[in-house]
């Protein structure tokens, strides 16, 4: 069977409410604080590995008002400090370019300076990132959270009540297959499911586990 390839379409809209909590938990409410800018701590850095929602939580807090978000590859007036943007959100930390770490480091200077509220991530812990010491040593000024991806188990659990959510009915197996065979992130977990509901509208059949394999096996022949 040859590899399938997700046309996963546009970006999703990342909320926070449609954040898999998990076992994060204690940053997902650090989080809603830094939203409504109630947080007495002014600055956060989130760690973990890819999937684990650092991203997701970041761009979710950009679609809140004064807010910008900054990824390494941004123009180098997004990192220029604006009286009009209160919070600041800084993805991806580890691969700033020796010119965006400088940037960085005056944008973090200005922040702290202006009382404005800034979160900030990577893959890594701040104190192992590959960066400059001094950028390091602001990103370690707040607080620091590590990001637990999903187990299979809470995937299972968050793709079901999203499939119910919508009125779908999942016959058993037909999710741990999904996870067992395919990419494992939620995203990709999510377009698949959303593939598999189109071939069960256009066949008129339940959404079942050989209904599945009969899927896989007509995509694989396109």
Known sequence: MKQLVLDLGAEPVHTLESFEVGRNAEAAALMRQFADRSSRE?????????????????????????????????????????????????????????????????LFNEIRANNAFMVSSGAVAPAVLPVREDLRTRMGWGLIYQLHGLSDDEKVAALGQAAAARGLTLSPGVLPYLLSHFQRDMRSLSAMLDSLDQYSLETQRPITLPLLREWLQAEAKE
């Open 42 to 106: 002014h600055f956060a850095y989130l760690w973990g590995e890819m999937g684990s929602g650092k991203s997701h939580l970041l761009k979710a807090l950009a679609t809140t008002e004064r807010a910008r978000y900054i990824s390494p590859f941004s123009i180098e007036s997004e990192f220029v400090y604006s009286p009009e943007v209160d919070l600041y959100l800084l993805d991806d930390c580890e691969k700033l370019s020796p010119v965006a770490q400088i940037d960085a480091f005056a």
